[in-house]
């Protein structure tokens, strides 16, 4: 009997294989399905993961939650980016135990934005909490890339950009892939 498309459930079909789509701006609701997914099938069993990542970036603390999720749990976590990961989004996809790259996509990182908007004191307060998650963010890319520190330098000076060649080159990725 054949399925009509109304019945095709995606999110049911992505998880029976064990992937988890990235896409979009990383905020709290975002983190918390993704990280919801990724320990739900961590605890059916540990063969790897497979996390698209398509997005611009978004909120640092909710991106580490995800980071902190992927190498928390048993199971591989395959980071697979397609279109763009940039900002916290390429912070997370070279936490992937094995990192892909399909051949047209982007991969941008650039100093931490955070927000001012604020009381002198408390900003003052935060500062440190800022300077913490910075360090925290250059330490996992310097653990898990190949980036020079004048890439470093151009990231804090504005953005670095790289195609999915160079992201091989930078070991930003282990592999160029034509399919998914």
Same mark, same amino acid.
């Given at each position: +009997? ?21 896409? %979009? ?46 190498? %928390? ?34 991969? +941008? ?48 000076? %504005? ?22």
């Amino acid at each position: +009997m054949k399925r009509k498309v109304q019945d095709i459930h995606v999110d049911k079909i992505l998880l029976n294989v064990r992937s988890v789509l990235l896409f %979009g701006e990383i905020d709290t609701p975002m983190a918390n399905q993704i990280i919801s997914k990724l320990v739900a099938l961590d605890s059916l069993n540990t063969r790897p993961i497979t996390m698209y990542i398509n997005s611009p970036g978004g909120c640092v603390a909710d991106g580490l939650a995800i980071a902190d999720t992927m190498k %928390g749990i048993q199971s591989q976590v395959i980071t697979m980016v397609m279109g763009e990961a940039c900002s916290m989004a390429s912070v997370i996809s070279t936490c992937g135990d094995k990192r892909y790259v399909l051949p047209h996509a982007i991969w +941008m990182m650039h100093d931490m934005s955070v927000y001012a908007g604020d009381y002198y004191a408390k900003t003052r307060a935060r500062e440190k909490s800022w300077q913490h998650y910075y360090n925290t963010l250059i330490n996992i890319l310097k653990k898990y890339t190949k980036l020079s520190q004048a890439e470093f330098d151009l990231a804090e000076r %504005g953005e670095l950009w790289l195609n999915a060649e160079e992201c091989v080159k930078k070991g930003v990725a282990d592999k160029i892939i034509n399919s998914i």
